[in-house]
């Protein structure tokens, strides 16, 4: 029977295998497949020169095979070979000329004269032209960076026409505009949809409008050399206007109706739900636009500007119907409003009564009650 023979790489073995391989080194063949495969390697490398030269076992190294001596050859042998090979013999005799090795200083003269009876060769001649070739490998192992401009410009992306990026400028600009467009509007709405805010705003008009009406303006021209050219104007009060008493007495007539009755009674008065008196913890809202509206409305009807315009000429500078108009509009705003908020702030109110209440426990049937009677003596 022919001697069992393994050959192959170790990984490729399957763990029966392996098991007939470790059975045959007389080691352990329990554990997994990986457990056998590192056991196997590792007995084989510290036995090396044991199962190397083994033919049962030879085939497991693969190729590695033993280096070996090269054979000494004769002297004649290796004389030939600087001859048959002149390269080989130039390049020895370049080899002093490394500047990074030294030659003793004995032996210069012998290597300059050398080197000025050196023998010119054909094969000489050509070896400097064959040596400045570079080699492919050298040439593939070049970096990217000593590759030519054009091959780089190549790999760029090609630009994007003018007509097509001024479009797209365009769409992202119409979106941006319509964006902050929207929620400018939102802003504005949210802001004129107050009924305090439009009670304020009103006020301002009526009195900007009454400063325009009551100061005698004058103005500061910017005029450029020429009179036909355009010039700038810039208006200013006058600062006497400010020390007179009628222009204190219109404005003063003017704010107790507009400003200083509604926010007494806006202040005092209000009927929101969160402000009741039954809510135990009442919400306090600094201002009733609507009460402020209301009494708004009944001071310009009844404030006797009529009396005050005969002592007083051009106390009424917005009018009767203007100011009526005004404080109407106002009420309006503001009853829209509160008939829109009354259902939530009727909820709330009642959401905060019933967690302001305490609990009351009721005794269960299953509770003795003690009962004491006190009878007179």
Known sequence: ???????????????????????????????????????????????????????????LYGKRKKSAQPPIGSPDEREEKPQKSPQNTRSRRIVPLDP?????????????????NLP??????????????????????????????ASVQKTRPASKPIAEVARESLAKLQVSVQ????????????????????????????????????????TFELAPGSPSQFYLAIPYPPARTFLQPPFWTVLIHWS????????????????????????????????DPLSASIVRLAA????????????????DVIGQKWRLLTASVVVAFAFAEAIFNAPGA?????????????????PSEDTPVSITVTGES
């Open 1 to 59: 029977m022919a001697p069992i023979s393994f050959s192959g790489t170790i990984p490729s073995k399957k763990k029966a295998d392996l098991q007939a391989i470790a059975v045959a080194l007389d080691i352990s063949d329990s554990g997994t497949r990986e457990d056998l495969q590192g056991r196997i390697k590792r007995h084989l490398e510290q036995h090396q020169s044991k199962y190397e030269d083994d033919p049962t076992f030879s085939g």
């Open 100 to 116: 990074r090795e030294t030659t003793p200083v004995d032996d210069m003269r012998n290597v300059s004269m050398m080197l000025k």
């Open 120 to 149: 010119i060769s054909p094969d000489a001649e050509s070896t400097p032209t064959t040596s400045t070739r570079p080699s492919p490998q050298k040439e593939q192992r070049k970096p990217e960076s000593a590759l030519p401009v």
């Open 179 to 218: 964006k902050h467009t929207r929620t400018t509007l939102l802003t504005t709405r949210a802001v004129l949809s107050d009924s305090t805010n439009i009670w304020f705003i009103t006020a301002l008009l009526e009195l900007f409008y009454i400063l325009y009406m009551i100061i005698p303006w004058q």
């Open 256 to 287: 107790i109706p507009t400003i200083l009755i509604p926010l007494i009674f806006g202040l005092l008065v209000s009927f929101h739900p969160a402000n009741s008196t039954s809510a135990r913890t009442p919400r306090v809202i600094a201002l």
């Open 300 to 315: 310009h009807v009844a404030y006797p500007f009529r009396a005050l315009n005969a002592s007083l000429q051009g106390v």
């Open 346 to 362: 009727f909820a709330e109110s009642r959401v905060r009564l019933r967690a302001a209440t305490p609990r009351r426990t009721v």
